[in-house]
């Protein structure tokens, strides 16, 4: 079983940067995507960003530019910077890794932007 632990969030004020990490443990196999979503208060859960094991990027057009997803796999670990933050990236970032047949999801982290 996997355990995925978050950190990083806070409050910040716009025009602001955050970084989360997140750190994967317990019986790791692969994990070929690593990910991160977001939930706003009465929204869906929705992608962030994604990095697959092989290094390719995807982003949400809402925060392409301003943020990067990137891992460590000797590490099991992936990081997203978060920079020119604006009050609608405030949200519930969630940390998802994915293997050949199963993922698991993270606590999740507040992150607030608001002056």
């Known amino acids: 079983q996997v355990q995925l632990v978050e950190s990083g969030g806070g409050l910040v004020q716009p025009g602001g940067s955050l970084r989360l990490s997140c750190v994967a443990s317990?019986?790791?196999?692969?994990?070929?995507?690593m990910a991160w979503y977001r939930q706003a208060p009465g929204k869906q859960r929705v992608l962030v960003a994604a990095?697959?094991?092989?290094?390719?990027?995807n982003y949400a057009d809402s925060v392409k530019g301003r943020f990067t997803i990137s891992r460590d796999n000797a590490k099991n670990t992936v990081l997203l910077q978060m920079n020119n933050l604006k009050p609608e990236d405030t949200a519930v970032y969630y940390c998802?890794?994915?293997?050949?047949?199963?993922?698991?999801w993270g606590q999740g982290t507040q992150v607030t932007v608001s002056s």
């Open positions: 317990g019986t790791i196999i692969r994990i070929n995507v």
């Open positions: 998802y890794m994915g293997g050949d047949s199963s993922g698991a």
């Open positions: 990095i697959t094991s092989g290094d390719t990027t």
